[in-house]
C-alpha cells in the first residue's frame, strides 16, 4: 500500500476547505494590519515563541532555552495559553498546582525553573497586565505558542519551522499543517529551522535559506534535536540508555518521529504505545501500559517518555511505582555557531529596552 499516495490524495480532497481556512486567515490577518483590530505593545521586553502550523516544531525546548539563558541575569516569566487543561482565566503555578489546572507544558517549564513565573490566560492582554500586577519585579516575558496572536504585539518574534515541513512548502489546514498566512513570517525577527540534521552541510544550509527568502531584517538559523539521558520521573535519578535493550515508549505528542528514530539507533526493539497530543491518561490506560510493560520478556527493559507526558503521569504515582517510568528530556542544538548569534540578538533586544540597565 503506497501511504504517500493516499494522503497526497486525501490532501486534494480536502484543499477546498483548506482555500476556505485561508480565507478566514487572511480576513483575520487584513484586520490587524488595516488598525481595524488593535495590537498591544508593553514597555518590558516581550519575547513570542511560536510557528505558523499546527504540530510540534520544538517551541517548549525553545522556551527551556530561553530560560536557561535568560534566567542567569533577569527576572523571567512564561504566559501559555495553557492547552486542553481544565480550567479557565489567568492562573500563576504554584505549590499545589497540577498539569490538569495549567497544562503539561507549562507544568513542565514550573517544575524545571522554580526561579521564573509561569502563568496561563487565554487573553494574552490581560494574562500580561495581570501578571505585571502580580508580580511587578518581572524583568521579561516569553509568550508560549503565540506568533498567530495578534492582540499582542510583542518587541521580539521567534518563528520555528521544520527542517523536514517548511513552512513554505505547507498546505493550510486541514489538507496541510498551517494555521496562519504563510506571508506573515515577515513578522519574525529570527527564524529557527528546527529538527534539522545534526550534520547538515553548508551547502544544504542555503538551500532551506533561499526557500525561506528571509527579509533584510531577519535572521535565519539551524537547530537539531539533542536528547539527554532519561531521568525516572518520580525519584529523578539518571539512567544511561545502554542499560535497556528493549522499551515500551509512551507518548501522546503531536510528531515523535524524531524520538523514534533517536531511540531506534540506542536500543534493539522498541514497543509503542502513542496517543494524540496532550492526552490526559484515564486509569484504565495506565492498567493497560502496565499490562504491555511486563509481557516484555526481557530483563533489561523499561518505560520511556517524553518530559511533556510525563506531566500528566505524575499523578498516578501510586499506581507506577512498581514500573520504571523514565523522561527522556530534548533540547535545541544551534548548528553553525548559532547559539553566539542567537543569544547576542536576544540579550541585545532587552538591554535595549532598559536602555543597557536592568529593571
Known amino acids: 500500500m503506497n501511504f504517500s499516495k493516499i494522503i497526497q490524495k486525501k490532501s486534494k480532497i480536502l484543499l477546498p476547505l483548506s482555500w476556505l481556512y485561508r480565507l478566514g486567515v487572511t480576513c483575520h490577518s487584513f484586520l490587524y494590519n488595516s488598525g481595524i483590530k488593535k495590537s498591544v505593545s508593553f514597555d518590558m521586553p516581550v519575547i513570542c515563541v511560536g510557528n505558523l502550523s499546527v504540530g510540534g516544531t520544538g517551541k517548549t525546548p525553545m522556551v527551556e532555552y530561553l530560560l536557561k539563558l535568560l534566567s542567569k541575569k533577569y527576572r523571567v516569566a512564561v504566559i501559555s495559553r495553557g492547552y ?21 507544558e507549562p507544568m513542565q517549564f514550573y517544575k524545571k525553573f522554580s526561579d521564573a513565573k509561569i502563568a496561563v490566560g487565554e487573553n494574552r492582554v490581560q494574562a500580561i497586565n495581570e501578571l505585571i ?5 518581572i524583568d521579561a516575558i516569553v509568550l508560549d505558542d ?33 494555521r496562519d498566512l504563510k506571508s506573515n513570517y515577515k ?13 547538515l552541510s553548508s551547502e544544504n544550509k542555503n538551500k532551506i535559506i533561499d526557500q525561506v527568502k528571509p527579509f533584510s531584517h531577519q535572521i535565519v538559523l539551524f537547530t537539531s534535536f539533542k536528547y539527554e539521558e532519561p531521568y525516572n520521573i518520580f525519584t529523578k535519578s539518571i539512567f544511561s540508555l545502554e542499560l535497556f535493550n528493549e522499551i515500551l515508549l509512551v507518548t501522546g505528542i503531536a510528531n515523535p518521529s524524531p524520538l523514534i528514530q533517536y531511540l ?33 520478556n526481557n530483563d533489561k527493559k523499561t518505560i520511556i517518555t ?20 523514565l523522561a527522556i528530556p530534548v533540547a535545541h542544538h544551534f548548528l553553525f555557531e548559532g547559539e553566539t548569534i542567537f543569544e547576542k540578538h536576544i540579550i ?3 538591554e535595549n529596552k532598559y536602555n543597557g540597565k536592568k529593571k
Do not use: C, W
Not at 84 to 104: Q, S
Not at 133 to 137: E, R
Not at 269 to 280: N, T
Open 306 to 325: 517524553t518530559e511533556k507526558d510525563a506531566m500528566r503521569l505524575f499523578e498516578f504515582e501510586k499506581d507506577l511505582l512498581d514500573v520504571p517510568v
Open 187 to 199: 513578522r519574525a525577527d529570527i527564524i529557527i529551522i528546527t529538527k534539522s540534521p545534526a550534520n
Open 264 to 296: 531506534d539507533q540506542k536500543v534493539k526493539r522498541i514497543h509503542l504505545q502513542k496517543y494524540s497530543d496532550h492526552h490526559h491518561f484515564s486509569k484504565e490506560e495506565i492498567n493497560l501500559i502496565k499490562e504491555k510493560y511486563f509481557t516484555i
Open 146 to 178: 503565540a506568533f498567530q496572536h495578534r492582540a499582542v504585539q510583542a518587541g521580539f518574534n521567534l518563528l520555528l519551522t521544520e527542517y523536514d515541513n517548511l513552512f513554505v512548502n505547507d498546505f493550510y489546514l486541514p489538507a496541510g499543517q498551517l
Open 133 to 137: 500586577k502580580n508580580a511587578p519585579q
Open 84 to 104: 486542553k487543561r481544565k480550567t479557565r482565566g489567568f492562573l500563576i503555578a504554584g505549590e499545589h498546582t497540577k498539569a490538569d489546572d495549567i497544562g503539561d
Open 348 to 350: 541585545q533586544y532587552i
